[in-house]
């Protein structure tokens, strides 16, 4: 198979390194991709979001599969134009999207079909808001902009006063993120946080893998919400039976809507979780893999995971061949010093860094510039390394990013020093 990639994180990173190794795999292709790919496969120059583009380049490479790794892709259509055009695509149509794309449309979705998740109002105007919140019983309140807003668009207040805050500052400047005017006001639920990533392919959903990601800027869950500054798989602390549950509760509901809406979903559907002393609850979806999880499962994976992608991309999933193997993976992102609030491009790192087997690293937003990298300044890495637990892994990954911090010899990188650290995780 010929496979192109569309995106340029180190989610699409790790997609590529795992679909190349896949047996049926015969090339990869990234568009536009990263300095990671362009080391395995050809870039093409194309944005994410160029449909037309893409499906022209996909037609004369004679590509077999594509596989939409960011959201912005899904939102613009991509997969649309790419299905009607004859292609195999791994990644839902724009309305499938709208899971993701508009969290108005997710909670609505959720509260026809029973799934559980946090109570939530939605409001258009301040003068809404401020009546739903003069109401509010108590607790914290999880105030969230309706459209894609990068991580922006969710403010986790503790209580109601700094809810009141967040809506004035957003509505009194005209500026909900995402560029609408609906925001939801939601319970803050407490519990333990999950990804679960469910393959459908428009006729069935199965919870394929699992992971943990750190959204927090710095360590102890402190600082700015982030894309993500690590993750680690499988995850730790929750029941045995979390894919029953997930199956049981979560995706089979989901399914019923689906159908019933005349929906086909192809591709993966990110349940965020929250296992909370009520049960598991939907905190949000996304209709792709998580950056930085799918760096933490790629190297898990085992087995042909080009075929099981195809298998779904043509609406016959075969889920003999969803095997992830039974070790730990943990991952840790090398940002800008800078990052979230800013993204300082990052010149000339090496692009060959020493890793022993079972390390890996995955690029970020880069270009591979005669041998060298030029990263665009956000989560500029991810290392991530394999270990018998968390705790192996966990140690195997810091060994890792100490020595490529040291061959990159730059001060500009700055990374959590907690990623997979349970004792400091439960005191919280
Ligand atoms: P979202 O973009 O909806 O995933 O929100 C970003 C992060 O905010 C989530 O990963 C959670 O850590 C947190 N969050 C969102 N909604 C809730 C909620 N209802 N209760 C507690 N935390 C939440
Ligand atoms: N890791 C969070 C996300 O991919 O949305």
């Not at 499988?234 to 049981?248: H, I, K, M, N």
Request: hydrophobic residues 40%; glycine residues 12%; proline residues 4%.
């Amino acid at each position: 198979m010929r496979i192109l990639i569309v995106g340029a994180g180190a989610r699409e990173d790790a997609l590529s390194w795992r679909l190349a190794q896949s047996p049926s795999c015969e090339a990869v292709f990234a568009a536009p991709g990263n300095a990671g790919t362009a080391s395995r496969g050809q870039n093409w120059p194309i944005a994410a979001t160029d449909g037309v583009a893409l499906v022209k380049r996909c037609q004369e490479q004679r590509i077999d599969l594509v596989v939409l790794g960011p959201e912005s892709a899904i939102a613009a259509g991509v997969g649309d134009r790419l299905r009607d055009a004859g292609l195999a695509v791994f990644g839902p149509n724009r309305s499938g999207g709208r899971l993701e794309s508009s969290k108005v449309f997710a909670k609505r979705f959720m509260e026809r079909h029973g799934v559980p998740t946090a109570r939530a109002r939605i409001v258009h105007s301040l003068e809404a808001a401020q009546r739903e919140l003069d109401a509010w019983s108590s607790g914290g309140v999880v105030v969230k902009a309706d459209g894609l807003a990068a991580g922006k668009g969710v403010v986790v207040a503790p209580d109601v006063e700094a809810a009141r805050g967040v809506v004035e500052s957003w509505y009194r400047s005209h500026s909900v993120p995402g560029g609408g005017t609906d925001v939801l006001l939601e319970e803050l639920l407490v519990g333990r946080e999950v990804s679960v990533f469910a393959l459908c392919d428009g006729r069935a959903t199965v919870p394929f893998a699992a992971a943990c990601d750190y959204k927090r800027a710095g360590d102890g869950d402190t600082g700015p919400n982030t894309g993500g500054m690590g993750a680690y798989a499988p995850p730790q602390g929750l029941p045995a039976d979390l894919f029953d549950r997930v199956r049981e509760r979560i995706l089979s509901p989901v399914l019923r809507g689906l159908l019933a809406e005349g929906e086909t979903y192809i591709g993966v559907l990110y349940c965020g979780l929250m296992w909370t002393g009520d049960g598991l609850k939907v905190i949000e979806f996304n209709a792709r893999f998580g950056d930085p999880e799918t760096q933490v499962l790629m190297p898990l994976v085992t087995g042909d995971f080009a075929a099981l992608l195809k298998s779904v991309a043509d609406g016959a999933m075969d889920v003999s061949l969803a095997a992830v193997c039974g070790k730990s993976c943990v991952g840790v992102v090398l940002a800008g010093t800078e990052y979230p609030r800013r993204s300082v491009p990052v010149q000339g790192l090496r692009a060959e860094l020493p890793l022993d087997s079972g390390t890996q690293v995955f690029w970020g937003g880069s270009t591979l510039v005669d041998g060298r990298v030029d990263a665009s300044g956000g989560r500029v890495l991810t290392v991530t390394a394999v270990g018998e637990d968390i705790a192996d892994a966990r140690t195997r990954a810091y060994e890792a990013v100490a020595r490529v911090a040291s061959t990159l010899g730059t001060r500009e990188l700055s990374y959590r020093r907690d990623i997979g650290d349970f004792a400091q995780r439960d005191r919280q």
